[in-house]
């Protein structure tokens, strides 16, 4: 069984340089040997990073809150879509709330995983025992396509920053762009400059290209927006929801990132060396919200809420509170939505987009 290195540079060997957007995609994404195909375990403290799922059950909780309020005006045949859920753990979790708290809503609700991995749909298939009624998988958001009608709601939480991103350098000198690529040097990864592809060298407006310093970096996703583009087609009445961490229009550049967004993720150590190790660190970048939200309103979905996950969870538990919801919160759950909205945890960088299509 070929691991990601050795396929990475079997593929340069043959084709010369590549795109960091491939070397990311075949790092993480490498069928059986791929980060997220060969690690169950990189969430949480036994892992590479934490998220906010792996805080406890409160974040699907509240999300379960949530989506029921805005699922009881649809009728019955309704869909919660996730896409990216890893090995199910908020899944469980938005089920297990909508059980025990909505039970009209449970039971006429279908549950449907977005996940094209064999491995990755045995994991969620094991923590969803109990659920086997209410939960359905498909490969690709296509597949919904075959419903006449997809009312619901379809969301990711951390899905958008693993998306494979193509990354750009700044030439003060020639005054252009080019695109940082990923060759062999005695057999070990570095990076190269490679040609831009055409439509690709509109990476910002002029008069900040005026100002931007030598070799400042940004990354681009197609594939994401891709991505949210169809959701969105999909989605015949109801709700697109991203959780993730990113920026909004206007934070693009800053002289906070001249190196950009890109991190490796090594048993809880933020490093800036991207090309080691491929398949066992996690690479993840900023998503380009601002793009997103333009992707989706382009395909007629209207923009209801970007906000901060602090704002978007605050709101969710007085709404709660107000109906009596959540009321006796002990103290794990406190220290539970403490984590999720300090800004020196992962209230900080986190960002919620909500789109919709049909009535409000």
């Not at 045949?77 to 979790?93: C, F, K, M, P, S």
């Not at 059980?99 to 549950?111: C, D, H, M, R, V």
Request: hydrophobic share 40%; proline share 4%; net charge neutral.
């Amino acid at each position: 069984m070929k691991m990601p290195a050795d396929l990475i540079r079997e593929e340069i060997r043959k084709s010369g340089a590549i795109s960091f957007a491939r070397f990311m995609e075949l790092a993480l994404y490498c069928p059986e040997t791929g980060y997220y195909e060969s690690k169950k375990d990189i969430v949480g403290r036994g892992g590479d990073f934490v998220t906010s799922v792996s805080t406890g059950s409160l974040f699907g909780e509240m999300l379960a809150f949530q989506f029921a309020d805005w699922l009881k005006p649809l009728g019955d045949n309704v869909i919660i879509a996730e896409a990216g859920a890893h090995d199910g753990r908020l899944a469980r979790d938005i089920l297990g709330w909508l059980q025990a708290n909505s039970p009209g809503i449970f039971e006429k609700l279908t549950y449907v995983l977005v996940e094209p991995s064999s491995r990755r749909r045995d994991w969620q298939r094991e923590t969803l025992a109990g659920f086997e009624n209410q939960v359905q998988w498909i490969a690709q958001l296509s597949e919904l396509k075959k419903r006449q009608f997809v009312s619901g709601i379809i969301f990711s939480n951390e899905l958008l920053d693993a998306f494979a991103v193509h990354r750009y350098g700044w030439s003060a000198a020639k005054r252009e762009w080019f695109e940082w690529g990923v060759a062999l040097n005695a057999e070990q990864f570095c990076w190269t400059q490679i040609p831009l592809k055409s439509g690709a060298s509109k990476l910002c407006p002029l008069e900040l290209e005026k100002v931007l310093p030598d070799g400042y970096v940004i990354e681009t996703c197609p594939s994401a927006e891709a991505w949210w583009r169809e959701a969105a087609s999909v989605l015949t009445h109801g709700k697109l929801v991203a959780i993730d961490y990113g920026h909004a229009a206007g934070e693009e550049f800053s002289p906070a990132r001249i190196r950009g967004t890109l991190r490796a993720y090594y048993r809880h150590q933020v490093s800036d060396d991207l090309l080691a190790h491929p398949g066992e660190q996690d690479l993840t970048a900023h998503v380009n919200f601002a793009a997103i939200q333009a992707a989706g309103e382009a395909a007629g979905l209207r923009t209801e809420q970007f906000c901060t996950q602090p704002q978007f969870l605050t709101r969710i538990l007085q709404k709660a509170v107000a109906e009596q919801k959540f009321t006796r919160m002990d103290a794990k759950q406190v220290r539970q939505f403490q984590t999720l909205t300090h800004p020196e945890h992962l209230g900080r960088a986190f960002r919620v987009l909500v789109q919709a299509r049909g009535a409000s």
